[in-house]
């Protein structure tokens, strides 16, 4: 599975959120050249960056931006470079995040609420398949029966960006169910992300973050 060529440069974002060694490690099974850092010109000038998060959207999105990584992601993708989002570090690319009835401001890269997940067992936590649309090049060379690691109690229950010009590409997004339908995961342009581990998520995580670098 590991890519062949010269390696692509990929940074991991320490902003002190989020598993940033098993991502290292993943990243690295596939053939990845990836450091894990802070320093805003290494990630600035990377090949791909991975932005982590886990625990709370507020608090998440508060690290972000004392390490100017609110800056990073938008001068990035102004410049058409690759970011990938995963778990709370796809949820914070969303307007805003609601918990425990109070909203805090996400970057705002997409339209959308990160809600509380409506399931009779919360959080959701464990193995979970997904359908990705037709055309995915996240989920290439997987089928519906691959499984991800999920560990969330919140998400996107309601996907709003709309594409009406058709000169400009739909987003494609990905959708996965506990309790209700939710926002496993979304491609568009060059901003990624997953609800999801993929760096938890075996074999099929390994394939996914295969699939991000070849895109590089």
């Known amino acids: 599975m590991e890519l062949t060529g010269s390696a692509k440069r990929v ?16 990243l690295a ?7 894990i850092s802070s320093d805003f010109d290494a990630a600035l000038e ?32 102004s410049g ?5 989002g995963i778990c709370v570090g796809m949820q914070i690319l969303f307007e805003r995040g609601i918990e425990h009835g ?6 705002g890269e997409w339209p959308g609420a990160v ?11 464990g193995w979970n398949t997904v359908k990705a649309p037709e055309g995915s090049r996240l989920f290439a060379g997987l089928d519906d029966r691959a499984r991800y690691y999920f560990v969330h109690s919140y998400a996107v229950r309601h996907w709003e960006l709309r594409t009406e ?13 506990h309790g209700e339908p939710f926002v496993a995961a ?3 342009g060059p901003l990624w992300g997953t609800q999801f581990h993929p760096e938890k998520s075996g074999d099929a995580g390994a394939q996914l973050l295969a699939n991000w670098l070849g895109t590089l």
């Open 115 to 125: 809600e509380p997940l409506r399931a009779p067992v919360v959080p959701h936590m």
């Open 186 to 188: 979304v491609e568009n």
């Open 46 to 77: 990377a090949d791909g960056l991975l932005v982590p998060g886990v625990g709370a959207f507020a608090a998440c999105m508060a690290g972000l931006r004392a390490a100017r990584g609110d800056w990073l992601v938008g001068r990035r993708l």
């Open 102 to 107: 109070v909203e805090s401001e996400g970057l």
């Open 29 to 35: 099974r596939v053939g990845a050249d990836v450091e």
């Open 80 to 84: 058409g470079r690759p970011v990938l």
């Open 11 to 26: 940074i991991v974002f320490d902003y002190g959120f989020g598993n940033v060694r098993s991502a290292e490690r993943a």
């Open 165 to 177: 010009n058709p000169a400009i590409p739909a987003p494609l997004v990905t959708w996965s169910t």
